[in-house]
């Protein structure tokens, strides 16, 4: 009987083992031991003192991503014996049965998605129904427990049938070896519906039935063509066997949509229109975005995609210029020299550039002219001394002579305008305070011009000074100015910053 069931269950696997050309089917072979509960083991599953061999051959096919439908013929043998256990010797009841069992089972991947490449590593749930062929061997007649007679008795003669039903789930784990080998571990649990497995039920405890398991490895094959990232071509017909893709790109992936391959796109993240391999190129002149130095004008490959502009006509392109608006020379890289505040100091070497100064104090501005420039000057609007950080103290004349002989007004160039008069203010003050004391004032200009030019240039600048403290009350007798051209100049006249220096007037207070 046994061999009978075992053929008709061979002959049912058969058509499973010959369809698994198709390409979505797998099949192998697990091994491992097999263990039951019952009658005869005192502790739970699993019992390492009464594991056995379980063997079984399965095919498999992929229903979905994360679904496959399994078959089993296995076979294998539990067994118990009581002279393992202290208590049950004068029980000593002992069983072996060979089970023979065909199982069909849904197999679900909760971590496989649609549209994804296998992973290496894919854990499984599984639950089905099985049919399993038994002959339990039970050798109860050694009990030397007369009060087990009759239930030894209603054993023996009360076996269930041979062939019975039986419930199996579980978990297991695979691991893709390569295309076509499949590695895994897999623990396997059998609910059953009988207490027979062991032969033995009421000599023993009638309340439950018998259950098995069995705690495996696996080896399994893949048949025929294999799909490894799951995008619906066979690996040999896939261009990325290892990474899904649509079937009008040859499997490939396109992680842009722009109809490029990530293989072939140098932009596989930016959707682009497949003029310049996949990258976007927004004014089209065939330069890609990410490397357009002006991705919205249309430019020239060798200009790193701007346009040969040169909006401020200095010799410098447009792209290359930092200012491209303002004309400036090649040494500055296009941009201008810039004074902003206009006090003979360039913006970039002013630390003051929005307001007039002087040079001595880096273009920052000493507004009462006591020698200490604002930014340090605690009384920036009350002349004072250093040693009081700026504010006034009570000094003789003579020292405040002293400071403002030291300053100078500025002019500009071929001009007798005076765009400041804080200075004049400071000595019309000083005279109205101090009568006695008289005032020299010189004019001075640069070496631009004629000589004769430049003297009458200077003495009107002289002029004006006197013309201003004059109209403001001073008395003439008490003033003279002069003309000096360029003669006696301050700082040299080789470049701009220096020649303004030289377009002055100085002052020289007296008694």
């Not at 061999?53 to 043998?77: D, N």
């Not at 004068?90 to 069992?101: G, K, M, P, W």
């Not at 160039?413 to 200075?423: D, H, M, N, P, V």
């Not at 020299?440 to 009107?460: A, H, M, V, Y």
Request: hydrophobic share 30%; net charge negative.
């Amino acid at each position: 009987m046994r061999f009978t069931v075992l053929s008709v269950l061979v002959f049912c696997l058969i058509p499973t083992m010959v369809f698994s050309q198709s390409q979505t089917w797998e099949g192998g072979l697990s091994f491992g031991g097999m263990n039951y509960t019952g009658d005869l083991v005192k502790s739970t599953f699993p019992n390492a003192k009464e594991t056995n061999t379980w063997i079984s051959v399965y095919a498999s096919r992929q229903i979905r991503e994360q679904l496959a439908f399994q078959a089993h013929l296995g076979t294998g043998t539990i067994s118990g014996d009581d002279r393992n256990y202290e208590d049950r010797k004068l029980r000593s009841f002992y069983f072996q049965t060979q089970i023979v069992e065909l199982q069909v089972r849904l197999q679900w991947y909760p971590f496989a998605r649609p549209g994804q490449a296998e992973a290496r590593f894919q854990p499984y749930g599984f639950g089905g129904i099985g049919l399993f062929y038994l002959s339990p061997d039970a050798t109860l007649n050694r009990a030397k427990l007369p009060n087990l007679r009759e239930a030894i008795e209603f054993d023996q003669n009360n076996q269930s049938s041979q062939l019975q039903p039986a419930l199996p789930f579980g978990l297991g784990l695979d691991y893709q070896l390569n295309r076509r080998i499949k590695l895994g571990l897999e623990a396997d649990l059998r609910l059953t519906t009988t207490d027979y497995l062991d032969g033995v039920s009421q000599a023993g405890n009638p309340e439950g039935n018998d259950w098995y398991g069995s705690l495996g490895l696996k080896i399994g094959y893949r048949f025929g063509k294999s799909d490894l990232d799951g995008d619906g071509i066979v690996d040999q017909q896939d261009g990325c066997p290892e990474w899904p893709g649509p079937i009008e790109l040859g499997g490939c992936p396109d992680s842009d949509g722009d109809g490029i391959t990530d293989l072939s796109d140098l932009c596989p993240n930016l959707k682009g229109d497949g003029s310049v391999s996949g990258c976007p190129d927004r004014d089209g002149d065939g330069v890609p975005d990410p490397d357009d130095r002006c991705p919205d004008i249309a430019g020239h490959f060798q200009m790193g995609g701007c346009p040969l502009n040169d909006r401020d006509k200095d010799g410098i392109p447009d792209q290359e210029d930092p200012c491209p608006l303002q004309f400036g020379p090649p040494e500055r890289q296009g941009c201008p020299l810039i004074d902003s505040d206009e006090d003979g100091l360039l913006d970039e070497d002013d630390h003051c550039p929005d307001k007039y100064g002087l040079a001595i104090f880096q273009g920052c501005p000493d507004t009462d002219g006591d020698g200490i420039q604002d930014r340090e000057d605690k009384c920036p609007t009350l002349f004072g001394l250093y040693s009081q950080q700026g504010c006034p103290l009570q000094i003789s004349a003579e020292d405040q002579a002293q400071t403002l002989n030291r300053q100078v007004l500025i002019f500009p160039t071929g001009s007798t305008s005076i765009e400041r008069y804080s200075l004049l203010d400071q000595i019309l003050a000083f005279m109205e305070q101090y009568p006695q004391y008289q005032l020299t004032i010189k004019g001075f200009t640069d070496k631009e011009g004629n000589d004769i030019d430049n003297l009458q240039l200077s003495s009107r600048r002289a002029k004006i000074c006197y013309d201003y403290f004059r109209g403001k009350g001073i008395a003439p007798d008490r003033m003279t100015f002069k003309g000096y051209g360029s003669d006696y100049p301050i700082s040299e006249n080789l470049t701009e910053r220096g020649r303004q220096q030289n377009r002055r007037v100085e002052f020289q207070l007296f008694k």
